[in-house]
């Protein structure tokens, strides 16, 4: 098993957490009152899943999670913004060695560097990618989905930096610490 | 809470006859041309071919009339921003200027601007029966074993059939979740201001994150112990064999996907232009 890319754990991560994606999407979705915005929690938790579980893990819960959501809530995936979703998760994941969360500890600094990618990460997808490909896929009005994504990009942010960090501190705090034990004399 | 979604309907049509394989394969023919081109022509040849396809798989529509409606909503929507946003678009594109009638400023209403946005629709009325056919004909397991048949590794096809097979249940977990914290006095509903419902939001998803980590824990140790991902291979109960009707189909679409590029691509662009 050492040198397969994917381990059983990987696998189920990826099924359990694109089920969660497409439950969370579909369900706990905040309307912001202005038509058509949201706070999407399913990103906040994609952001979870990524850093813990490694980068493709995440870009995998993303691309499989929004497909389905769209296929099976929508009737069709609007594949421009489901690439978007996984390119998301991978880029997020690649931090997860530099996080390690399993050792059960998350503090500012780690923090800070988690919302910086996410940051960055995010505004390259949704501000880039997503509407270039629309408007390459689609050949929709440039102005419109430009804003669409400054819209949508701006909003899951805003998730994944108060949601994305909430989950990982209670997650880091579930883990044993590491060097927690100490051996007596 | 009881919102619908699309899922298998079992049925006896020639449709579902078909292999779970087949119809992933021609799902993805169908979105690629219906990305691809804006001919006219062909979107609305497709849409007359996708509709006489729906008929034909005796799904009734009612059955998806609630993402039927969805969908039209949201195209009407997605219209109006279009409008909004460039009312101009469709001369742009064309090169010509046929004005209906003024609206003042650049809001004047031409005819090329209504022709791009109805084939912006259309487009959408291709796609849309041939997706809602693959979702509701193909049954969930065979379906990941036509994602293995078709060259993708077979622990993904497997977390594909996991998530379809553990929708539902997080579905009832959210549910469960959600009831028990609105017994406790926690409110979702938009009566709460904004910043009080994210607090409230994070009260039901922390617990149906927690416990789906836990869910991880206990199906990959039992996948463990069965010996998942041992082989190279790994048959599929739902997977099932060619049968020549099959063949065809996958020929009848290679050909409509070969006609359809050659026919946009024809005069050097997508789109097709009548002015």
Excluded at chain 2, 89 to 95: A, L, M, P, Q, S
Aim: hydrophobic share 50%; with cysteine.
């Amino acid at each position: 098993m050492k040198n397969n890319l994917l381990s059983i754990k990987t696998i189920v991560a990826i099924g359990i957490g694109a089920a969660v994606f497409v439950i969370l999407g579909r369900f706990a979705v905040i309307p912001t009152g202005v038509p058509n915005t949201n706070f999407d929690t399913s990103y906040g938790f994609l952001a979870l899943m990524a850093v813990v579980f490694g980068p493709i893990a995440g870009g995998l819960i993303g691309l499989i999670g929004h497909a389905l959501k769209d296929a099976i809530f929508y009737g069709t995936p609007w594949w421009s913004w489901v690439l978007v979703s996984g390119i998301v998760g991978f880029l997020i994941g690649l931090v997860s060695k530099k996080i390690n969360i399993e050792a059960g500890n998350f503090n500012v600094k780690k923090m800070i560097l988690f919302n910086v990618v996410q940051i960055i990460v995010q505004a390259i997808g949704w501000f880039l990618i997503a509407p270039s490909l629309d408007v390459f896929i689609y050949a929709e009005p440039a102005n419109k989905v430009y804003l669409q994504g400054m819209v949508a990009g701006g909003l899951n942010m805003v998730t994944v930096a108060v949601l994305g960090t909430l989950l990982l501190g209670i997650y880091a705090k579930s883990r044993s610490q590491s060097g927690s034990l100490i051996k007596e004399d | 809470m009881a919102v619908e979604m699309l899922s298998y309907i079992d049925r006896q049509s020639p449709i579902h006859r078909l292999t779970g394989v087949t119809k992933l394969i021609c799902f993805m023919i169908w979105s690629s041309i219906a990305m691809l081109t804006y001919d006219t022509r062909i979107l609305v040849c497709l849409f007359l071919f996708s509709i006489f396809v729906f008929i034909i798989s005796k799904v009734k529509l009612k059955e998806v009339a609630f993402v039927l409606l969805f969908i039209l909503f949201f195209l009407m929507i997605n219209n109006v921003a279009i409008y909004v946003f460039s009312p101009q678009e469709g001369v742009k594109i064309y090169g010509t200027s046929h004005v209906l009638f003024e609206i003042g400023g650049r809001y004047t209403i031409t005819i090329e601007q209504l022709f791009y946005q109805m084939n912006v629709t259309l487009k959408y009325f291709t796609v849309i029966p041939a997706a809602i056919l693959f979702i509701v004909t193909t049954n969930p397991s065979e379906f990941a074993a036509s994602l293995n048949r078709i060259g993708v590794s077979y622990r993904i096809s497997y977390a594909v059939a996991l998530a379809l097979r553990y929708i539902p249940d997080i579905q009832r977990d959210f549910r469960n979740i959600s009831l028990s914290q609105q017994a406790r006095g926690i409110d979702m509903s938009r009566k709460e201001k904004l910043t009080k419902r994210i607090k409230n939001a994070a009260s039901i998803i922390v617990p149906l994150i927690l416990s789906s980590l836990d869910k991880i824990e206990v199906i990959s140790n039992a996948m463990e112990l069965r010996g998942f991902g041992k082989n190279k291979k790994r048959s599929w109960y739902r997977a099932r064999p060619f049968q020549k009707i099959d063949v065809i189909t996958i020929i009848l679409f290679v050909l409509i996907l070969l006609v359809s590029f050659y026919v946009t691509l024809h005069d050097g662009n997508r789109f097709y232009n009548p002015f």
